[in-house]
């Protein structure tokens, strides 16, 4: 995401959005009674006293909406803000913005703490290299982007399998196996950007495979990691994810970052130490000024409740940190499975 314009006196951030992470931070960030301006396409009005009425073609125009929803589409890779016409052509009837990457828009607002730290946070992950992660085995190999709403499946490639006695066919089944995987690495890395990529496993096909890379894409094998994992499939993506190996590529990604936070703060649970959770607990904890970090999950965020508002303000009137954790992954489900909103405390409150 890129920030063309700041104008806070005026509630005004006009924004270009280059990635479809940018659209999921939008779909966090714009809220009903929001107003955003942007280009669209709209049809002319029709003239009036025609006997036929023709089939009107769309212009380029600028309009201004009250946004009443949003959908966020991210197999499509679009965001849509639903809304009524407050500027521009048709004041009063509604319309809808698609957004994708690529789109500008302007939105005014009453911007929040949390809404700046939002764009903030999108700002510095567009600079942060994307990552491929791949959980490959000796039968097939899925593959995932990591995105700042989550892992974003992508697929599963399967082997072709050949008999015991039949060695030569074995080893041409794994060979086509891996010029398909390789190929579809390609076609996401060049049309994503990415930068790395992790290839894990159990057993010997990772290792096989890279040395397949090295002497057939030595272009891609460049940008690929490897590492051992205990299982492939789905549970070997989230094993890629929640042991860390994100993180040694992208250091400061935001799902390793908020999952370490959790484990974390489960581990202070296990043992009492100093965690708490829950909204009574937590904002108790927040009075006294004992929150270092405060985890808040984003659908909670999204309800615009006037306790965990003020909650927040404490926080960082008292030097804490406030995490907005995402629910679109397991550590955002595990915080809202807490109530959620949990603190790592600096004592005992």
Known sequence: MRVIYKDLKHGKIKLRVETLDDLWHL??????????????????????????????????????????????????????????????????????????????????????????????????????PRVLIVALDDVSADLALVRQYGLDELGMISRARAGKRYAVKREADERKFFHKLAAAMNDIVSREGIRAAIVAGPGFTKDAFVAFLREKYPELVLKVRRDDISSGGRAGLYEIVRRGMVERVSRDDRISFETSLMEQLMAEIAKEGLVTYGRADVERAASLGAIEKLLVADELLRQRGVVVEEVLERVRRTRGQVIVVSTDHDAGKQLLGLGGVAALLRFKA
């Open 27 to 128: 779909h966090h960030l714009v809220e009903p009674n929001d107003i955003v301006t942007a280009q669209t396409w709209r049809r002319e009005r029709e003239v009036k006293g025609k006997l036929r009425p023709e089939r009107l073609e769309k212009r380029r125009v600028t309009l201004s909406i009250c946004v009443e929803g949003t959908e966020f589409h991210k197999h499509a890779n679009r965001l849509r803000l639903l809304g009524t016409i407050v500027g521009g052509p048709d004041v009063g009837k509604h319309h809808s913005f698609s957004l994708e990457p690529g789109s500008t828009l302007a939105i005014t607002k009453a911007w929040r703490p949390d809404h700046l730290d939002r764009i903030r946070e999108a700002v510095r992950a567009s600079r942060r």
